[in-house]
């Protein structure tokens, strides 16, 4: 193992046992799904992140998120009106990233064949609708993963991970610990804003795979009816360039 990995029998997993799932299920009943802890990707090109925790008014931040990627799925998000940084809820949202909800009409709709998901209905040759991306970090000795979503300027990366140091050696995203970064970047129009990157920390141990199994199970089950809540704050307009889905790696 190199030298910069992360020693996987050091990396300690929480399991997500029946009573704790039960105990989440009774005691959050009619309350909706579980409030995971969000991660905030800074703008103007920072490069420490920022986690809601137990004290709001006192984030924490990090230069590095280390953890197994329990779970990830895309999200799509529209809204009418250009971010005029207060937040709020969006005009039409896919937490699947297949059907989408109209917040003002109830209706659902296709994502595929949505005009506002096609290249070219937003600014410049982008999509008026953003395809993000969900993105559950179980980070060592929690018993819930913190949730990432990452911006259309961060996917990329993404695919290039999954598809080249991971499935392509045979290794799952359930079966390593991941290392995220934030790197400066700037789009065409010279804005600077902050885009993610992923490495390789470490493999599991077997146990180790065995003991993740039960939560991504559990976050897979639910993932999907989490409810796209508000717009972050600094991601409009900062590097949402996106490439179409047949790029080539």
Same mark, same amino acid.
């Given at each position: 193992m190199a030298a910069n990995l992360t020693k996987p029998e050091t990396f300690a997993i929480v399991p997500m046992s029946a009573e704790l799932s039960q105990m989440l299920t009774e005691e959050l009943d009619g309350m909706g799904q579980v409030p995971f802890d969000a991660v905030k990707i800074p703008s103007g090109g920072g490069l420490a992140f920022e986690l809601s925790g137990d004290d709001p008014d006192n984030p924490e931040t990090v230069q590095t998120l280390t953890g197994v990627i329990v779970h990830h799925h895309p999200v799509n998000v529209y809204w009418e009106r250009d971010f005029d940084g207060a937040g709020? *809820?969006?005009?039409? @949202?896919? /937490?699947?990233?297949?059907? $989408?909800?109209?917040?003002?009409?109830?209706?659902? *709709?296709?994502?595929? @064949?949505? /005009?506002?998901?096609?290249? $070219?209905?937003?600014?410049?040759?982008?999509?008026?609708?953003?395809?993000?991306?969900?993105?559950?970090l179980l980070r060592e000795n929690e018993p819930l993963p913190i949730l990432l979503t990452l911006p259309p300027t961060s996917l990329r990366a993404f695919k290039d991970y999954l598809a080249k140091r991971l499935i392509m050696k045979g290794k799952r995203s359930t079966d390593v610990i991941t290392s995220i970064k934030l790197k400066k970047e700037k789009n065409a129009d010279g804005i600077t804003y902050s885009a993610c990157t992923f490495s390789k920390a470490g493999d599991l141990t077997p146990d180790q795979i065995a003991a993740v199994k039960p939560v991504a199970a559990w976050v897979k089950g639910i993932a999907a009816r989490v409810p796209v809540e508000q717009k972050p704050a600094g991601s409009d307009g900062e590097g949402f360039v996106e490439v179409s889905d047949d790029t080539p790696f």
């Open positions: 709020g *809820l969006p005009d039409c @949202s896919s /937490p699947d990233g297949h059907h $989408g909800f109209n917040a003002k009409t109830g209706e659902v *709709l296709d994502c595929a @064949s949505c /005009p506002y998901n096609q290249f $070219g209905s937003g600014r410049g040759n982008s999509k008026a609708c953003k395809n993000t991306h969900r993105v559950y």
